[in-house]
């Protein structure tokens, strides 16, 4: 392993085994609707709560990952997962029965980005063979813990965004066919004073202008050299301040740059303002669509960058600004 | 850690850059919603007086209504649509009050009668009942001194 900077290269070549994908109805009606594995009709997945939803989504989110890797649940050696609900309990529900060692983290939206490099430094460190790793988000179950109840008669902000329920999973494997981890660079926290709870994307976008500038200045590298780099949950808002504030440091991303906010969804026809959020955004958009696009060589290499805005209901409340971070890593096949 | 960017000179660039709220057709929404709501209060409020109920019983009678209806909205899943469009001219009527009260308490249900839906039923009314009584209070004494 070599790092400069924020950044480090791999020295070994960190497979990813498979990636598994499963999503709520909204999100199967979406443009991505044919990437992904499992795309379920109700929205509690059969239980009795939205929280227990998402722990049995993310719980069979993780089991079938395993089982498309073509690997046994004893050779997985340890499990990476996250979640935006307190205490993280979608991801330990999910986990409960897995009997796997398991490490909880929290990086808000950009835990899978979190989640990947962990799993992907594990690996090259030697401490490991395969390591799971997953992320998951619930529109309900987030409407609830950071917003109102969904039933309350309000509008949305034109800046607000969509939470994606699903999850996103990978194994990620010191043996194995591409596509390959090679890469990754690990976000500051960056936060330039928004307070606004309607407005992530201006929240989150600082953060990952300043990852991507970080990355490319490590890595010596420019844009140019990816055939795409995608954030996570940043929407049109945020890839606008993202393309206006990286041609200010001199990075044109015009050309080969997208959101996953925005490729989830259709803005107009499903009415989602600002575009997806939440952890599940950039990890099932990565698991579903551009996972596919890297085994059909469709795309190379890509620089996959999710964000997430690192608040509480209560520090906002106490009139604290909301905090953005993202976490690039660099994907090939 | 802060980039290269004041705070202030990236607050400003946000406000340039994000999508403005559509205020000349929310306010329009908003009055052609909630003058029908109120329409709807006044019609029942003159169908219970020519039926021999007084001003006041037919004002309360109608609150009464009003309130159910709202509720029964919330309950089938049908008010946040409302709300969704009409912004304030569904929120401000009476309607708008039963519906905070409604929504917290069909959500957290799942958390219990008691410390789910009990406690947090008032998690978004509540506010406006401590705050409306306070004020109440304050204009009942000044209306006592200068009477």
């Not at chain 1, 398991?102 to 063979?129: H, N, P, R, W, Y």
């Not at chain 1, 440091?249 to 499903?270: H, M, P, V, W």
């Amino acid at each position: 392993m070599k790092k400069t900077g924020q950044s480090i290269k791999f020295q070994e070549k960190i497979s990813i085994a498979s990636m598994s994908s499963i999503v709520g109805p909204m999100e199967g009606e979406g443009p991505l609707k044919n990437y992904f594995d499992v795309v379920l009709s109700d929205i509690m997945n059969g239980e009795d709560s939205w929280e227990k939803g998402e722990g049995k989504i993310t719980a069979d989110a993780l089991a079938l990952a395993i089982k498309k890797s073509g690997r046994k649940r004893e050779e997985i050696d340890y499990i990476i997962c996250g979640d935006l609900l307190n205490q993280s309990v979608s991801s330990t529900y999910g986990a409960r029965d897995m009997g796997i060692p398991f490490f909880g983290v929290f990086g808000a939206c950009s835990t899978i980005g979190e989640a990947m490099t962990l799993g992907a430094m594990l690996l090259d460190g030697g401490f490991a063979q395969n390591i799971l790793v997953g992320a998951s988000s619930h529109f309900c179950a987030a409407e609830k813990q950071f917003r109102f109840p969904l039933e309350l008669g309000s509008q949305r902000a034109p800046t607000s965004s969509w939470t994606v329920t699903g999850c996103g999973a990978a194994v990620l494997s010191r043996q194995g066919e591409g596509p390959y981890i090679t890469g990754a660079t690990t976000g500051i926290i960056v936060d330039l004073g928004i307070t606004d709870v309607n407005n992530m994307a201006a929240a989150m976008a600082p953060a990952a202008v300043e990852t991507l500038r970080a990355h490319f200045k490590d890595y010596g590298a420019k844009p140019k050299d990816y055939d795409l780099i995608i954030t996570g949950d940043l929407g049109y808002l945020g890839k606008d301040i993202v393309l206006r504030l990286m041609g200010n440091a001199g990075y044109d991303l015009s050309n080969n740059y997208t959101d996953c906010g925005i490729e989830i969804f259709n803005r107009e026809k499903q009415k989602t303002r600002n575009g997806g959020s939440g952890c599940a955004c950039s990890a099932v958009t990565l698991a579903g669509c551009f996972f596919d696009k890297l085994k059909k060589c469709e795309l190379n290499k890509i620089l996959f960058v999710p964000t997430g805005a690192l608040m509480s209901q209560t520090s906002v409340q106490q009139g604290e600004s909301i905090p953005g971070i993202a976490h690039a890593v660099v994907i090939e096949t | 850690m802060k980039p290269n960017l004041g705070s202030q000179e990236y607050s400003d660039l946000v406000k340039r850059m994000s999508p403005p709220s559509n205020t000349v057709v929310n306010c329009l929404k908003a009055f052609a919603v909630g003058g029908l709501i109120c329409c709807v209060g006044q019609v029942i409020i003159n169908f219970l007086m020519s039926a021999g109920l007084s001003k006041d019983d037919a004002g309360m009678y109608t609150s009464i209504v009003l309130i159910f209806a709202g509720t029964l909205l919330t309950g089938i899943g049908v008010y946040d649509k409302i709300g969704e469009f009409a912004g304030a001219g569904s929120v401000v009527p009476i309607t708008g009050f039963a519906n905070s009260v409604a929504a917290p308490a069909l959500e957290f249900k799942k958390e219990g009668f008691v410390m789910g839906m009990g406690a947090k039923m008032f998690i978004v009314a509540g506010p406006v009942l401590v705050y409306g009584t306070l004020t109440s209070i304050l204009v009942g004494i000044v209306y006592y001194i200068i009477r």
